[in-house]
């Protein structure tokens, strides 16, 4: 039975994978995913209890970002309590980004007009206009300071909405690559 229930849910998550952006937040909306207007959602990780999980407006939710629900770790005491569980709620703020592979553990609340780095492990609460980083994640900054460096970066190009062959000769133009 284990074996079926695994193959099932390698199956969900690679079906969640090749889905729109609006497939991707429709089917975790309906597992219970409270998610707000104008996100993006490109983790195709599915959060053990959906339904305590909670997404703001204009967020983006990158690739392979874990929304954990739960402390596994009580396994360590069923000998003395052999029923517990402990859950939390994980809430992520309004115009917040979440990078590549970023675990959210229980009880986490990020702040609105939050950047949190790829591969950061967050617990907490994250005060709204920080720059988060790390593992354990830190805030390392504000986003206000993160906008000027981010605005007066020497490397920032103008590649947007332009064909990746457009935007491969515009950047190897910047990086003198032949």
């Known amino acids: 039975m284990a074996k079926i229930s695994f193959t099932i849910n390698k199956f969900r998550k690679k079906i969640i994978g090749f889905r729109s952006n609006e497939g991707r937040i429709k089917f975790f909306r309906s597992q219970g995913v409270k998610i707000g207007e104008g996100c993006l959602y490109f983790s195709n990780k599915i959060p053990p209890e ?12 990158s690739s392979r970002t874990e929304f954990i629900t739960h402390d596994g770790s009580v396994w360590v005491f069923r000998d003395k309590n052999q029923q517990l569980d402990i859950f939390g709620k994980t809430s992520v703020g309004d ?11 229980p009880n986490t609340k990020i702040g609105n ?7 950061s492990v967050v617990r907490g609460v994250i005060p709204d206009n920080s720059v988060v980083m790390g593992n354990p994640a830190k805030v390392i900054m504000s986003t206000e300071l993160m906008e000027k460096l981010t ?6 190009l103008q590649t947007k909405h332009l064909s990746m062959a457009e935007k491969a000769v515009i950047i190897k133009k910047h990086f003198n690559i032949d």
């Open 50 to 61: 959906p339904y305590l999980v909670e997404i703001g407006n204009h967020c983006v939710i």
């Open 151 to 156: 605005l007066n970066n020497k490397n920032g």
């Open 113 to 119: 007009n939050c950047i949190i780095g790829a591969g």
């Open 95 to 105: 115009n917040t980004f979440i990078g590549i592979g970023c675990i959210l553990l």
